[in-house]
Structure formats: structure tokens, C-alpha cells
């Protein structure tokens, strides 16, 4: 599980925002599995609405440029981001994201689960992303602009909003490497070599980790 800050940013951010709040918003139920529809009592831009393509090609062009982003999700395949909406009393149950989602006219694995945060958080109350494992629960509920990426098989919830509006977007991501603590590894390593980098330049000991950076990736990958 790991928060990126500033994954989108300024003007971006904010024509995100705009673009969204005039879209068409339609009943969260109506996009859920049979289970997941019995917890789901939120709101979701129509896929088809025109603002909410123009926000998702933002952010798209958002993760690309973001290194953390890539780094740490080694995304083989994103699903198009779309966007809920939580209004007060609305909240989304305890459940689990379904493995496999069509990507046009494919499927994607869904490896990893992502919320973008696009509301500030002190302009509402509850509305926390609560995601369960081995270790207890993980409370998120961040900046404007913030990522939070955990793995898709985790079982979560939104709390109930008991005052305001929270909106943001969500997408799914299959990575090139399946497993969590595989990619978790080269998370660190590949975060080693940059600070190193960042001090030594270009050096042997840089060349050699790189080495062992996409030696494992070589082994882990499924492309």
C-alpha cells in the first residue's frame, strides 16, 4: 500500500475538478457486481460523459509523467480512471474488487487498485478509504491530487460522508510483476539506486544495482 502525493497537480487538478462537477452523475449500484451492489450507495459519472473522458485523458497524462507512479505500480495495462461522488449518508460497504475487467475489447488482471483523491479533505467529514490485511486496517484519506495505490484482492470500504461532498477517481492497474512483495522489492531497490544516483552519479556501484534491478525484473515480469 503506498500513498504518492502530487500525482495531479495545478492546473490539471483543477480542470479536473471543474470538468467533473458539471458531468453526469448516475447511480453507483448500477455499475457494481450483484454482491458489491447490495453495499455500493454512491454516485458515478456516466462513462460515456463527455467531461468525464477529457478528465480521465488528464490524468492518464498525469501518471505517465509521474515517476513514483511508475516505479511503483509497473503498469503493463491501466483501465480508463472514472470518478465517484459521496454525498452525506452515502458510503460503499465492505468488498473486494473483481479479478478480471474488460479493457475494450480485452481483459486486464486487476493487480492493483487506485483512488485518486479529488476533494480536500477538510471540506467534509468521514468518507475514509478503509482497507483490511494481515497488519489491521489502513485509514486513507488524502490531499487533493494524492494517489493511494493497495493491492485489489484487499477487502475495503468508503466510511459513510457525514458532512459534505467527497469525489475522486479510481482505476485499476496489472503490472507487469503479479506478486506484492516482488514488486514491493524493486520498489525499494529501484528507490535505492535514484538516491544513490542522486549522490554518487553515475558510478559503479549505481551500475551494478541497476543491473540487479532489471535482472529481477527480467525474472519477475510477465509480459
Not at 492497474?173 to 516482488?182: G, P, T
Amino acid at each position: 500500500m503506498l500513498h504518492i502525493p502530487e500525482v495531479l497537480t495545478g492546473a490539471a487538478l483543477a480542470r479536473v475538478i471543474a470538468l467533473i462537477a458539471g458531468g453526469r452523475w448516475v447511480d453507483g449500484a448500477a455499475t457494481a457486481g450483484h454482491l458489491s451492489a447490495k453495499v455500493k450507495r454512491n454516485q458515478q459519472l456516466a462513462e460515456d460523459d463527455p467531461a468525464g473522458l477529457e478528465a480521465s485523458s488528464l490524468i492518464f497524462d498525469a501518471l505517465a509523467a509521474h515517476p513514483v507512479f511508475a516505479s511503483s505500480a509497473l503498469a503493463a495495462k491501466i483501465s480508463p480512471p472514472l470518478f465517484n461522488r459521496y454525498d452525506v449518508g452515502e458510503t460503499y460497504g465492505p468488498h473486494i474488487d473483481g479479478a478480471i475487467r474488460p479493457l475494450g475489447s480485452h481483459r486486464m488482471r486487476t493487480d492493483l487498485s487506485a483512488t485518486l483523491f479529488l476533494s480536500d479533505p477538510g471540506s467534509y467529514e468521514g468518507g475514509e478509504l478503509r482497507i483490511a490485511d494481515v497488519a489491521g486496517e489502513h485509514i486513507a484519506k488524502f490531499a487533493a491530487g494524492d494517489l493511494f495505490l493497495y493491492p485489489s484482492g484487499a477487502i475495503h470500504h468508503v466510511a459513510p460522508v457525514r458532512k459534505g461532498t467527497r469525489m475522486a477517481s479510481f482505476f485499476w492497474v496489472q503490472s507487469l510483476v503479479r506478486e506484492d512483495a516482488c514488486r514491493r522489492i524493486l520498489f525499494d531497490l529501484d528507490s535505492t539506486i535514484q538516491s544513490i544516483a542522486s549522490d554518487d552519479g553515475q558510478s559503479a556501484h549505481v551500475l551494478q544495482l541497476t543491473a540487479v534491478y532489471h535482472n529481477l525484473l527480467r525474472l519477475w515480469s510477465d509480459v
